[in-house]
T-cell receptor
Framework: DAMVIQNPRYQVTQFGKPVTLSCSQTLNHNVMYWYQQKSSQAPKLLFHYYDKDFNNEADTPDNFQSRRPNTSFCFLDIRSPGLGDAAMYLC??????????????FGPGTRLTVL | AQTVTQSQPEMSVQEAETVTLSCTYDTSESDYYLFWYKQPPSRQMILVIRQEAYKQQNATENRFSVNFQKAAKSFSLKISDSQLGDAAMYFCAYRRTRSNDMRFGAGTRLTVKP
């Protein structure tokens, strides 16, 4: 089945130790997103890629970076995780065409714990 | 800036009964999309239903329907014949037309009692 895959599902890191979260998709969608979702809160968009074009949200901290080496993969890098970065990180994908912006498909998320 | 408000942090419903989840939003746009997403415990978020603002007719997907009141900026979700599998966090979301930027409400946790 076509899907959005996130690895790992659970990640534990130490305060200040760089960590990378991974997302892959078999949907061949041209847009990929990273959201941060803290406990009992709404998902918050960090950034997204439209093909290779990177779109950063204005309030996303510099501590968060992303890479998209090809259509299928997108990575979230947290350079120096703080305790406040503990959250569920959701990856999503969608298709954008000249005439339409379509629904987003979500992965299961990676729960990040910072010790 | 667009904001989405879900005023019910938690709701519960008896199995087979009907429940309505509320959502209001604030925007100066005239053309946009509204969505309800379901996030079951430890599982991925899935789209339940979507509504285009230019359509007057309320969207319906099987047991799920919406009451879209554009002037009041209200977008409620009605779940009929509730099932145990409907238990989840439900998020209302807004997206401008021709934008990838989707804004979510804080969510409503729905419990279904057998």
């Amino acid at each position: 089945d076509a899907m959005v895959i996130q690895n790992p599902r659970y990640q534990v890191t130490q305060f200040g130790k760089p960590v990378t979260l991974s997302c892959s998709q078999t949907l061949n969608h041209n847009v990929m997103y990273w959201y941060q979702q803290k406990s009992s809160q709404a998902p918050k968009l960090l950034f997204h890629y439209y093909d290779k074009d990177f779109n950063n949200e204005a309030d996303t901290p510099d501590n968060f970076q992303s890479r998209r080496p090809n259509t299928s993969f997108c990575f979230l890098d947290i350079r120096s995780p703080g305790l406040g970065d503990a959250a569920m990180y959701l990856c999503a994908t969608s298709i954008q065409t000249v005439s339409s912006y379509n629904e987003q498909f979500f992965g299961p998320g990676t729960r990040l714990t910072v010790l | 800036a667009q904001t989405v408000t879900q005023s019910q942090p938690e709701m519960s419903v008896q199995e087979a009964e009907t429940v309505t989840l509320s959502c209001t939003y604030d925007t100066s746009e005239s053309d946009y999309y509204l969505f309800w997403y379901k996030q079951p415990p430890s599982r991925q978020m899935i789209l339940v239903i979507r509504q285009e603002a230019y359509k007057q007719q309320n969207a319906t997907e099987n047991r799920f329907s919406v009451n879209f009141q554009k002037a009041a900026k209200s977008f409620s979700l009605k779940i009929s014949d509730s099932q145990l599998g409907d238990a989840a966090m439900y998020f209302c979301a807004y997206r401008r037309t021709r934008s990838n930027d989707m804004r979510f409400g804080a969510g409503t946790r729905l419990t279904v009692k057998p």
